[in-house]
Nanobody
Framework: QVQLVESGGGLVQAGGSLRLSCAAS????????MGWFRQAPGKQRDFVAG????????HYADSVKGRFTISRDNAKNTVYLQMNSLKLEDTAVYYC?????????????????WGQGTQVTVSS
């Protein structure tokens, strides 16, 4: 079992920045691939970014490339999502997810564990 707790969401103006954190417990974090997903009202849950436990390889959705950065601190059992140049369309509930899969995967079905989500609202 893995428990995930997200934090860092909030209200920010367009063009601003936020950093989300996800604290993990219950499994060897250093051998867990982590991902961030988001879900806007009335829409499906979409992949945002992921980081592999094997070599810290990262993968991003095209919509956030160059603006968002995923990173991990194995000593703190925490994964981060630094979000810069935020746009109105980034507004969503952001979820942290975990999987023992070696490589980065971008489909929600591949992830076994999920956090409760944190709201990010970007205003004009």
């Amino acid at each position: 079992q893995v428990q995930l707790v997200e934090s860092g969401g909030g209200l920010v103006q367009a063009g601003g920045s936020l950093r989300l954190s996800c604290a993990a417990s219950g499994r060897t974090f250093s051998r867990t691939t982590m991902g961030w997903f988001r879900q806007a009202p009335g829409k499906q849950r979409d992949f945002v970014a992921g980081i592999s436990w094997v070599n810290d390889r990262t993968h991003y959705a095209d919509s956030v490339k160059g603006r968002f950065t995923i990173s991990r601190d194995n000593a703190k059992n925490t994964v981060y999502l630094q979000m810069n140049s935020l746009k109105l369309e980034d507004t969503a509930v952001y979820y942290c997810a975990a999987t023992p899969t070696r490589g980065v995967v971008s489909t929600s079905e591949e992830y076994s564990y999920w956090g409760q989500g944190t709201q990010v609202t970007v205003s004009s």
